[in-house]
């Protein structure tokens, strides 16, 4: 976060301060600097795409194809607007009065590893089944809000731009 963080606000982000009655004009974008826009916001860190980056959160290679523009733009802007049930966390009461949230990654017997932090995916909580007091799924999706807050309109403009280009790049390069 320390990139991110260094980065002067711009501002909170809305749909429609992006969207222009419901289209984005994508002819003046850069995808290269869209690309290095997608790793200052820290987006590296948890998705993958054309085989770069991590594995917590989903691949978005294929992303433009799977999502229309304001579908995708919305996701970035409210993460938890819905949330896949492959990556939604979970909040654990324990006895000993600790609230424990985040992903289930490993499950071995008595115990649960729980991943917390998305942006530091290596480091796990280690909880014991049997001193959980409750249990319910959150409705608050790992990924961080305000990503965007600190980029201008053009760098989001730019930045789905790449997103939308991934899958036409990994198309041409099966053929």
Known sequence: YADL???PFVQKWGL???????????????????KEIFAA??????????GQGGIVGPDL??????F???????TLIDPSKEISDQYQAMIFQ?????TVSGRVVNLNGQTYMVQEDMI???????INVSKIEDSKVSKVSMMPTGLLDNFTRQ????LLAYMKSTSVLEASSEE
Do not use: W
Request: glycine residues 8%.
């Open 61 to 66: 290679t294929n992303a433009g194809r799977r």
């Open 94 to 98: 324990m006895e000993d009065g600790r």
């Open 68 to 74: 229309n523009t304001r579908d995708l733009l919305e």
């Open 16 to 34: 429609d301060d992006l969207l222009v009655g419901n289209v984005l004009d994508f002819s003046n974008c850069d995808t290269e600097k869209g």
């Open 155 to 158: 760098e989001i403009l730019d």
């Open 120 to 126: 530091n995916p290596g480091k796990l909580t280690r």
């Open 5 to 7: 963080k260094a980065r």
């Open 41 to 50: 916001a820290q987006c590296y860190k948890c998705h993958r795409v054309q």
